[in-house]
């Protein structure tokens, strides 16, 4: 007698029921998978390289003018290995250019001279020529791997070669979730929202006032010891 229920189906059985199961060669198949890839592809290489343009590993030096905390990236910069400029050097961590007209704003660790001591400093840069226009620890220099960290509860926190602390941003109550150095040449700590400025320099001002940053009652400009720190351009610095 013959069974009626085969222990085997064909396994083309149901494939007139299922278009999408008709058997595809590896040709086609392959054709497909490249297809995909091609798509997929750019958008991998974007991303990797939009992370790669804000941070670039080693000495952890800044390229971009916002920095974002991440935990998968680095958020202490070591100042061993600064970049030599005409006549100074700096350990860049933001930097906000106009490329058109090459000028704008670094921020970093920044000497002159023999560089024997370097400031945690903004620097507005051009026409041949820079100026300190802001500096975190002027009445006390670090050295050579001084290191800088910004963290999601104090905000930037420097640290002499030793590890001692120098000077911090001094925040509490609201997490900070990165920083940015406006093409004003403001240092901002930000909130989640990015629009809320938790911290800036503009409102810790030193002897030096760029456009958009003024005066609060209770606030003065205080000439720097370090003369040799400044250059012409065009800031209002009292000397």
Known sequence: MTNPFPSTIPSNSFLPLFPSLQPRSWKKISIEIMSCLFHILPIIFYVYFLRLSTT?????????????????????????????????????????????????????????????????????????????????????????????????????????SEGIRVWSTNISGISVYGMNLTEEGNLVLFSNDEEYKIWQSFEHPRDTLLIGQSLTKGQKLVASSFTSFWMDGPFYAPH
């Open 56 to 160: 670039v590993t080693g000495q952890y030096k800044e390229t971009s003018s916002i920095y974002y905390l991440d935990p998968g990236l680095p958020s202490t910069w070591n100042n061993s290995n600064p970049d030599a400029m005409d006549g100074w050097e700096m350990t860049v961590l933001l930097e906000n250019r106009n490329h058109t007209y090459n000028v704008g704003f670094y921020c970093g660790f920044y000497c002159t001279g023999n560089c024997s001591s370097y400031l945690l400093s903004i620097v507005a840069f051009g026409n041949g020529g820079h100026n300190v226009v802001w500096a975190a620890n002027r009445n006390r220099p670090v050295r050579k791997n001084a290191s800088v960290q910004l963290t999601s509860n104090e905000g930037l926190v420097l640290r002499d």
